[in-house]
């Protein structure tokens, strides 16, 4: 998508272990900063967001941390289990002042059993 | 019942044929968006609408006509099927935009033959 590079396209990690996916974007005026899980077959939703007021969130075991200096938020889950296994999106700033909203290409993640 | 609707789940069409796929949200949230998937894309907005009567072109809006003459209603049309168009297609909505959580319809799956 445009005005966002996430990375990496594809993870695989042992169950158990940590997942870290980026997203670095570059229009400073975003406040706004989601992630999006997509099961196989199933919709988009988002799992956790965060605005520009914050440097961290957490949830359980999904974080989003938040760079406004380097310009980049990363989702972090830990203690991965199979049911993390999906398609991550990070949503990318606005372009221009529009409100519409694009994706990063997205971040396959395997846990392995 | 509450949320966003699309339909059919499922179409085949033929190539040249016109189709339109159907969008409906029941919390009047003033934007709405399609999108297309393909592997290794990712989610691609087509167009979008900040409000009644009010749409705009997003990454790839050619072979695409939209309308949107009721706040819920957001239809996406292919004027002359192609090929090409063979996809899974989202429509989503938001309250604000950019800035607040975009939910999505559970897709459309389109085949052109």
């Known amino acids: 998508g445009e005005n966002v590079e996430q990375h990496p396209s594809t993870l695989s990690v042992q169950e158990g272990d940590s997942a870290v996916i980026k997203c670095t974007y570059s229009?400073?005026?975003?406040?706004?900063f989601p992630w999006y899980k997509q099961e196989l077959g199933k919709r988009p939703q988002l799992i956790i967001d965060?605005?520009?007021?914050?440097g961290e969130k957490k949830d359980q075991r999904i974080a989003v941390t938040l760079n406004k200096t380097a310009k980049h938020f990363s989702l972090h889950i830990t203690e991965t289990q199979p049911e993390d296994s999906a398609v991550y999106f990070c949503?990318?700033?606005?372009?221009?002042?529009?409100?519409?909203?694009?994706f990063g290409t997205g971040t396959k993640l395997q846990v392995i059993p | 019942d509450a949320g966003i609707t699309q339909s059919p789940r499922y179409k085949i069409t033929e190539t040249g044929r016109q189709v339109t796929l159907m969008c409906h949200q029941t919390?009047?949230?003033?934007?709405m968006f399609w999108y297309r998937q393909d592997l290794g894309h990712g989610l691609r907005l087509i167009y979008y609408?900040?409000?009644?009567?009010?749409?705009d072109k997003g990454e790839v809006p050619d072979g695409y006509v939209v309308s949107r003459s009721k706040t819920e209603n957001f239809p996406l049309t292919l004027e002359s099927a192609t090929r090409s168009q063979t996809s899974v297609y989202f429509c989503?909505?938001?309250?604000?935009?950019?800035?607040?959580?975009?939910?999505f319809g559970q897709g459309t799956r389109l085949t052109v033959v």
């Open positions: 919390w009047s949230h003033s934007y």
């Open positions: 949503a990318a700033p606005p372009s221009g002042g529009y409100q519409k909203v694009t």
């Open positions: 229009d400073s005026a975003s406040n706004y």
């Open positions: 989503a909505s938001s309250e604000w935009g950019r800035d607040t959580e975009a939910f």
């Open positions: 609408s900040a409000a009644a009567d009010i749409t």
């Open positions: 965060i605005r520009s007021n914050v």
